[in-house]
């Protein structure tokens, strides 16, 4: 992250220097004007900023009064805050297992969940990857859009939510948060949710939150905005290098025209030998959401047990994302696919 904003620090500057001028740090120009510009590249009517990638999701489920007694199907192979979202409004996190191939919601799992309690989907464009378009269902689709700023594919004709938080593609040097939406009445209610549930300050129409996106954040996000659908392609380019470095060793993403690369996740069934190799090299890499969120403590309520998602578990104890950024030169990126493969002919011999 920080190789990506080390040239923008004197545009940084001049943003903050703009910001403090205006003795505005809360709504105002900056963020209006980062809505505005959001919505345009995301193509979408309107984009509402809040605090974080999270409070967006609480956001839009109160906004379609999601709650008590309410199911919503998400994966369990995720950020723990998607079903926390879900949990957080007092509904009901229903997991579905992914397909192995995407590591994205399996459309067909999903459909097993489907109940009459079931309020919405909440797909996650895992790493980057565009989800499987789930609006056939004829169900509010709210698709966790966290890791995928600028994704292809994604469907504009539902409610996505983003996170900048500072590793995420498009990020702010801090929190942030977004919500894009196509509907004017929801994206009215968004906005008056994330302000205690007011459009002007005196009357008070529902008990909302205090989820705002910081003015200053607001004007750095403008100035990375501008260079997303750049970093998006360095990725793309990027991870092309490691499909070629690492074919045979690994078993690699199959690319996706819409797929930014958030993360770059490999897998193998010595997934640990591989991690622990890299360490050694002093490389870093990281490996997602092991335990799953089905098999979490938080969530031990809902019921799961070891065994109930079986292509989500596989994908816990096999995956390993390895370093990729904007910027990532092929040098670092074949250092990287000799370790990975001095590591695996240690385990053949
Ligand atoms: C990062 C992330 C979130 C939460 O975003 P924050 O800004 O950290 O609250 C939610 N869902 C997914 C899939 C994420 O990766």
């Known amino acids: 992250m920080k190789a990506q904003y080390a040239p923008l620090v004197p545009e940084l500057q001049e943003a903050f220097a703009r910001t403090l001028e205006t003795g505005r740090f809360i709504f105002g120009p900056e963020v ?15 984009a509402v900023s809040c605090a ?55 459309p067909a799992e999903v459909e097993r969940k489907i109940t009459p309690r079931t309020k919405a989907l909440m797909p996650v464009h895992l790493f980057g990857r565009p989800a499987a378009d789930l609006s056939s269902f004829g169900l509010p689709v709210i698709e966790d859009a966290a890791q995928a700023f600028g994704a292809g594919g994604i469907a504009t004709s539902v409610v996505s939510t983003f996170s900048f938080f500072p590793t995420k593609n498009l990020f702010a040097l801090g929190d942030g948060g977004l919500v894009s939406v196509n509907d004017p009445e929801l994206a009215r209610r968004l906005r008056m949710l994330r302000f205690h549930g007011s459009a002007a300050k005196k009357e008070f129409l529902y008990v909302g939150y205090n989820s705002r996106l910081d003015a200053m954040q607001a004007a750095f996000l403008r100035i990375f905005l501008r260079h997303i659908d750049d970093w998006n392609a360095q ?97 670092q990126q074949a250092r990287v696919a000799s370790v990975l493969e001095a590591a695996l002919q240690v385990v053949r011999s």
């Open 52 to 106: 974080n990638g999270t409070d967006a999701l609480v956001l839009v489920l109160d906004a379609l009064e999601v709650g008590p007694g309410d199911e919503v199907v998400c994966p369990a192979f995720t950020f723990y805050a998607t079903a926390e979202a879900i949990a957080r409004r007092g509904a009901t996190p229903v997991f579905a297992d992914i397909d192995p191939g995407t590591l994205n919601l399996d």
């Open 235 to 331: 990725r793309r380019e990027a991870a092309a290098r490691y499909g070629e470095l690492l074919d045979g060793l690994v078993e690699t993403p199959q690319d996706d025209p819409g797929h930014v690369y958030h993360m770059y996740c490999v897998r193998s069934p010595e997934r640990d030998r591989l991690a622990a190799a890299l360490q050694d090299a002093d490389i870093g890499s990281a490996v997602y959401y092991q335990p799953p969120l089905h098999l979490q403590p938080a969530l031990r309520y809902l019921g799961y047990s070891e065994g109930d998602l079986p292509e989500t578990e596989h994908a816990a104890r096999e995956n390993l994302c390895l370093p990729l950024w904007a910027g990532i030169d092929e040098e």
């Open 32 to 46: 209006e004007a980062f809505e505005r510009e959001a919505a345009d590249k995301l193509g979408t009517q309107d």
